[in-house]
């Protein structure tokens, strides 16, 4: 939960430098002897320190309304004999595929992952964590549709969102459109707004050497 995290981090430090700015008063208020001073001199600590965090509560900012928020993704997954391959919904043939809990859709992981991103919550590996039976072979548009919920739930929609696979073999460019018609409809989105791109790792790293498919996406949500 790495924005959560930096969230509740941030609290904190806010509470501490208003408890900070609060006990620099106290003490310019006790330097000049204010009966306030005295007052805070006399209570407790711990009664001290939940003022200064509510106060830092009521004080804190709201969070912004942003017209458009941008999101990054990126998946990996091991190709192994066995296993089915299966790009932004698209099945395709394959001496290998994606190693995963799930059905292992290593486009559709990175676009909801993007969508995640630019809405600052949490990531696909927290909210269906790999240790949940539920989530065991599931079929990614399910991550999808959720991450498309959460999108519409505060607002937003695709501005436009730009994906590039990289994987040695097989060659991706016979599937681009079949993956970018099923995306778009997965995201409610026109064509124009959505772009697959491919590329080769040429030959080298596990990338390279047809042991791995990666992904990444940027997406652009705006405000409806
Ligand atoms: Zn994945």
């Known amino acids: 939960m790495q924005t959560c995290n930096s969230v509740s981090r941030a609290v904190p430090c806010a509470s501490s430098r208003s408890a900070a700015r609060s006990s620099s008063r106290a003490h310019s208020s006790r330097a000049g002897g204010s009966s306030s001073g005295s007052f805070a ?94 989530w065991k072979g599931a079929r990614s548009d399910i991550f999808l549709k959720e991450a498309v919920r959460l999108m519409q739930e505060r607002g937003y929609t695709i501005g436009n969102i730009d994906c590039t696979i990289i994987a040695q073999r097989p060659k991706m460019s016979p599937h681009k459109e079949a993956i970018r018609d099923n995306l778009c409809q997965m995201l409610g989105a026109h064509p124009s707004v959505v772009n697959i791109k491919a590329k080769t790792h040429e030959k080298v790293d596990s990338l390279g050497e047809n042991r791995s498919i990666a992904c990444h996406a940027v997406v652009m949500l705006l405000k409806q």
């Open 41 to 134: 001199q006399r209570r407790p600590a711990g009664a001290r320190r939940l003022c200064a965090a509510a106060a830092a509560a009521a004080a804190a900012p709201e969070a912004p309304v942003l017209p458009f928020r941008v999101g990054h993704g990126w998946d990996l997954h091991r190709l192994e004999p066995g296993y089915p391959l299966i790009v932004g919904g698209v099945d395709i043939p394959h001496d290998r595929g994606c190693v995963a809990h799930s059905d292992g859709d290593v486009l559709l992981h990175t676009v909801v992952d993007a969508i995640l991103g630019a809405l600052c919550l949490p990531d696909i590996g927290q909210l269906f964590p790999d240790t949940d039976p539920r």
